[in-house]
């Protein structure tokens, strides 16, 4: 009475097991599922997306810079913005106009409008050959533009071969080789002695000419706009020659008065006595006193220039009192004078000496119509002409001490600051400066050049673009004065080079040019930084702990690996040293938007 049914019991029970075997089969085969099939590689790639766009800076937001600074992951540009220049977009320079070149200078795009992403490099992108094998080969894949190579063919620029192209060291002006044209050169310029020390190649093709002077200890700055040839600086660069994206058009070039002893100009076709003579002017501006200009080409002796040969050789030694030096066949060499008293005596007044106006301005200033004044006493060049050019790095350049006095502590000091620097880099830090691993370097805030000064000082096989500020004192003088490249720029804005050309780049302080004046932010600076480093590349910052604190938040949403370090022992104040490296992604492995 009263009691279960055994039999009914033990039905409930094994209807209960049942559903627990059952339950833990299902378990088992989703768990075979996950582990051997792709089904789990899918899930799991679903769920790192949904974590990975949780973490992505949106490029839609206008806060999306804040976003970045706050370390949010910045993604990959579409692979068509492989070679991507911001302010010499092909795009935007056709609604600029044409005259005078207009539409080939500088033309940067608004903030808003500011690519969002990192620029991928090229399908099958190769770390580059290490100088100085560099100098006569480089992987194709890193450039693939063979136009050039087809066009100049006849001309000894540049072949294709196989993988490579190799550069035999021609050129349209010297089909022979650079090697013979500059030794021509040479009978009548002093090259090869100290009083040629920097150059300017215009419309520099490969740069060539550039690769020889370097067996001469002379550094050439090789200048072509981005036009129908658009890889020449790029190819440039590839090889480990000084390079710069520029034009003669409606802008003073960015470089100060008197910094070059040599400017070459090679067919590059510039109408150096139209507009007033204002492009020959300009020349003048940046030759320094006792310099040279080379002419190569039209209309030197050319069938059907001759009237416009005539009113260059006016300009060049009537009007600007240059003495022809040489006219073998189609080359023109003249001499710039050392003292203002030929102008002054001068007939005619035209064009004008320049009142009032500050000669080393170079950022977005216009051309102009007057020269820029020479002392009226004949320059004592002696001095500096007897140095070896590596004394020059130490010794303090005349123009620095006039301009600013009390400079010349600063910048023994300087000098002083930088040996020990660079050797810690060097021996504490291991950063290989030196080595094959790093050929173009840049100071972004070069200051006196101390950083390259003592680079040049050791005999590292390295080329440093000096890179003085626009919003700051201008001492881009100095750094020329010292035998070393420069340009002034603003880092608001994109640099004039093409994507993945510097190995390192170096900052001593960054807010004196970002935060500090508020017209960027940090996270700008830093992506075009990632734009123009190679993968691989080496960036080192100095500065302060706070500084330091908010690069490593745009470091990681860009994706650089990186340590921090103290800065050298008996460093005044606190500075913590910033190194990081650029990663080497895949094409394939990003997005393309």
Known sequence: MGSTNPIKRHARQWKL???????MMCAIFVLFMLVFTSLGDSLAASGQRYLDQADQADAASPDFWEEV?????????ALRYTDHMPCHDAKRAKSFAKERNHYRERHCPP???KLRCLIPPPIDYRIPIPWPKSLHKIYFNNTPHGNIAELKA???????AG?????????????????RYVQTLGKYIPIGTSQIRTALDIGCGVASFGAYLLKKDILTMSMAPRDSHKAQIQFALERGIPAFVGILGTQRLQFPSFAFDLIHCSRCLVPFSAYNGSYFIEVDRILRPGGYFVLSGPPVNWPGKEREYETLQELITKKLCYTLVSITENTGIWQKPTNASCYIARQEQTPPICEDEDPNKAWYTPLDECITQLPQAKVDTSEAESLDWQKRLETVPKRLAEMLPGEDILFASDMRRWHHRLQYYKQTLGIAIGSQRYRN???????????????????DPVWVMNVVPAFGPNTLHAIYDRGLLGVVHDWCEAFSTYPRTYDLIHAATMQSFTTLQKRCSLAEVMIEMDRILRPEGTVIIRDSPGMVAHVVKVAKAIGWSFEIAESEPGAPGKEQIFVARKEFWKVDNIATQ
């Open 69 to 77: 600074e706050k370390g949010l992951t910045v993604v990959g540009c």
């Open 154 to 160: 006849d001309q000894g620029w540049m072949n294709q």
């Open 111 to 113: 903030r808003e409008e």
């Open 163 to 179: 993988d490579y192209f190799e550069f035999p060291g021609g050129g349209t002006m010297f089909p022979e080789g650079a090697e």
């Open 441 to 459: 370097v840049m100071d972004m805030n070069a200051v006196y050049g101390g950083f390259a000064a003592n680079i040049a000082a050791a005999n």
């Open 17 to 23: 097991l049942d559903c627990v075997s059952i339950a």
